[in-house]
């Protein structure tokens, strides 16, 4: 047996057998400083680590306020934490408050203004985009802020006094001007296309056209934006960009990103068709499973003025298409003008045509069919007038004039489109009704469109059905849209998109690491450093009695 000694004393606690200053304390403490610092080490390694990984090099796209406002492209700090122009500035990136160049330095990230300028046939439309200048590449982030109608008449309407052109554009800048921040004017890009209307007046008058360009150049030139161009689309171009619109706002790039809009041939059913109507031109666009074009433009443009009046004996012209007791006076020489509808000029007896309505749909179709010709087409299938037209696939977003007579009408009722003998009915019952009854009802819309919504119903309908082959099966496939979220379908926005090559080619690389497991990271990082400062400070600063216990 073990001699107990005096009692209490003779038994050795083993925490403070090694408190008391012999070898073992010393070594086991060397010990834990070592590890800790090991820790310690291995912690703010993994911090800057994971830290420049995930920022560096930093995605060529990124833009940060600069305080002039002068230079977005530039990277730039904002040190004061706060951006000049208030609301301009949305966000302010915390990884980069900690390994900012300054350490204390905020990353700001701006929006970034866009301006296009759809100069159509009977009016122009000036639009203002804004994205977050981080997130270019991204899909769905570019939204319309502004849509300001241009007073007056499209720019082709000026064909007499060219140097209007420019002016009549003056106050819509203004407006721009208002919206977008002041310190990103110089270098938000004004873009100008001009459509339908101006590729009639190049036919007709080509220096007339050079001189209204030259004027809205002049004009925007003038602006404090960064002016981009002025010029005539072509109506192919007008197609594909208002297709690269909707699919862009209805998210249809979006699953995989940009490539899906690159390679969109190989996934047809994910995108959907553009159908638009202007004063002066139509287009359908959209990818067909017939992937072997064999009209190489793929796409339709025509004029819609083709109307013929050869049968006329005298001045007063019965028109179907206009409700009856309805009556309009036009000149012969402004009529035969027109580039679609000089080669049927002929001497008549009279200057002046009286048009009065009759309000007979049956009559206006029929009248309006005639102007789509089925008779001859050189290739496997065509719509009309021996324009390539492949089977129709998948469903259509139909905006401009088809969303604004549709919507007149009631008939863009979404999500369950109405079937296409309703929508035929309700155009037919609307040409009906007398124009003084029209007028009466609906007193507060503009008396040109009023007057036109029945022709137009009526050519919607044959250009549809007649024209493109859409039948009661497919009808409901069409969805007749004016906004998508905030934006107006149209081609300005895809316009843009591709001049501003916000559509890269290819997917923009991330980051290594997503967001939320960048923050789980350094979270995690920074946890274990604090932990392991907080246990060496508890080590070497506690009382003595509690060092003991934690040895
Ligand atoms: O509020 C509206 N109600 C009815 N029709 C409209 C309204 N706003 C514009 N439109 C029509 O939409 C069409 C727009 O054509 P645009 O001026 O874009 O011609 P374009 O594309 O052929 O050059 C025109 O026929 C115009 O009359
Ligand atoms: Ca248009």
């Not at 122009?124 to 981080?134: H, I, R, S």
């Not at 101006?198 to 004009?219: F, H, I, P, W, Y």
Request: glycine letters at 8%; hydrophobic letters at 35%.
């Amino acid at each position: 047996m073990d001699d107990p000694g005096d009692g209490k004393n003779a038994v050795v606690h083993p925490i403070s057998q090694q408190c008391d200053g012999t070898k073992p304390k010393m070594s086991s403490t060397r010990m834990i400083l070592l590890i800790l610092g090991f820790l310690s080490t291995l912690a703010v390694v993994a911090l800057i680590a994971v830290a420049v990984t995930q920022n560096q090099p930093l995605p060529k796209n990124i833009k940060f306020c600069t305080e002039k406002g002068s230079d977005t492209r530039s990277h730039s700090w904002q040190t004061d934490g706060l951006c000049e122009s208030g609301p301009l500035c949305v966000m302010a990136s915390t990884h980069w408050v900690w390994f900012g160049a300054s350490g204390v330095a905020w990353a700001l990230f701006c929006q970034q203004y866009g301006i296009v300028l759809d100069a159509g046939s009977s009016h122009t439309n000036l639009y203002v985009y804004e994205w977050p200048a981080e997130k270019e590449n991204d899909t769905g982030v570019v939204k319309q802020v502004e849509v300001c109608k241009v007073e007056g008449p499209g720019i082709s309407g000026y064909s007499h006094a060219t140097e209007k052109a420019g002016p009549s554009l003056a106050q819509c800048l203004q407006q721009a001007k208002e919206v977008i921040p002041s310190a990103q004017h110089k270098e938000t890009p004004v873009y100008l296309g001009a459509t339908a209307g101006m590729r009639l007046l190049r036919l007709q008058n080509e220096s007339a056209a050079d001189k209204v360009l030259s004027s809205v150049g002049n004009t925007l030139r003038s602006a404090p934006f960064n002016f981009q161009g002025a010029r005539i689309i072509t109506g192919q171009e007008e197609g594909a960009y208002g297709w690269i619109t909707i699919n862009y706002l209805l998210g249809n790039f979006k699953q995989s990103g940009w490539k899906k809009l690159l390679h969109s041939l190989k996934s047809l059913s994910e995108t959907s068709g553009a159908l638009d109507l202007g004063g002066a031109s139509t287009q359908i666009t959209f990818v067909s499973k017939d992937l072997s074009s064999e009209s190489p433009e793929n796409q339709l443009y025509f004029r819609l003025y083709g109307k013929d009046y050869q049968t006329m004996e005298n001045s007063d012209l019965p028109d179907p298409c206009f409700h009856k007791g309805y009556e309009r006076t036009i000149n012969i020489s402004d009529f035969f003008k027109n580039p679609c509808t000089s080669d049927k000029k002929k001497q008549l007896p009279f200057s002046q045509l009286y048009i009065k309505g009759e309000g007979d749909y049956q009559k206006c179709r029929e009248s309006i069919q005639k102007l789509f010709n089925k008779s001859i087409c050189p290739y496997s299938s065509c719509s009309f007038n021996e324009i390539y037209l492949p089977p129709l696939q998948g469903d259509f977003g139909a905006f401009s004039a088809f969303y604004f007579v549709m919507n007149f009408l009631n008939l863009t009722s979404e999500p369950n489109p109405f079937a296409l003998n309703k929508v035929t009915s309700t155009i037919e019952s609307f040409c009906a009704q007398p124009w003084q009854e029209v007028k009466r009802a609906y007193h507060h819309i503009k008396e040109k469109y009023l007057s036109e919504y029945c022709f137009s119903g009526a050519y919607i309908l044959s250009l549809l059905e007649n024209g493109y082959g859409f039948t009661e099966n497919n009808w409901q496939m069409i969805h007749f849209l004016g906004k998508i979220g905030s934006s107006d379908a149209g081609w300005t926005l895809g316009y843009m998109l591709n001049l501003t090559n916000m559509i890269p080619a290819e997917e923009p690389a991330g980051p290594p690491l997503s967001h939320g497991s960048y923050v789980g990271l350094m979270v995690l990082c920074s946890l274990v450093l604090v932990s392991v400062l907080l246990f060496a400070w508890l080590l070497f600063h506690k009382p003595k009695c509690l060092q003991k216990g934690i040895v």
